[in-house]
């Protein structure tokens, strides 16, 4: 059963900092791409960025290219965001995903497993 368990969201000021994590476990016959969504209140999920297996190809969205950087540790079995420069606009529940597949995506469907998610919560 794969398993996916986002932690480090928090509540910071506008211009802070954050590192979310995932741990993801029970899936280790084959390599995968992981993403990272978020969902803002009344709003619909959107993605924030992606990376394949190798870390080669990483994708991110426009509202948070320069300012979060998408990383993994395959050896834990993790994927870390470091979100900078955080904006009010940030603030979201942050998802974790992994991917059919070792490919990036910013669609949700080629996204079988997801975390819980963790709140982020950004101050002006």
């Known amino acids: 059963q794969v398993q996916l368990v986002e932690s480090g969201g928090g509540s910071v000021q506008a211009g802070g900092s954050l590192r979310l994590s995932c741990a993801v476990s029970?899936?280790?016959?084959?390599?995968?791409?992981m993403g990272w969504f978020r969902q803002a209140p009344g709003s619909e999920r959107e993605f924030v960025a992606a990376?394949?297996?190798?870390?080669?190809?990483?994708n991110y969205a426009d509202s948070v290219k320069g300012r979060f950087t998408i990383s993994r540790d395959n050896a834990k079995n993790n994927m870390y965001i470091q979100m900078n420069s955080l904006e009010p606009e940030d603030k979201a529940v942050y998802y974790c995903?992994?991917?059919?597949?070792?490919?990036?995506?910013?669609?949700?469907?080629?996204?079988?497993?997801w975390g819980q998610g963790t709140q982020v919560t950004v101050s002006s």
């Open positions: 995903a992994t991917h059919l597949s070792d490919y990036v995506s910013t669609y949700e469907r080629y996204y079988p497993y």
């Open positions: 029970g899936r280790t016959a084959d390599r995968y791409g």
């Open positions: 990376i394949n297996w190798s870390g080669s190809t990483i």
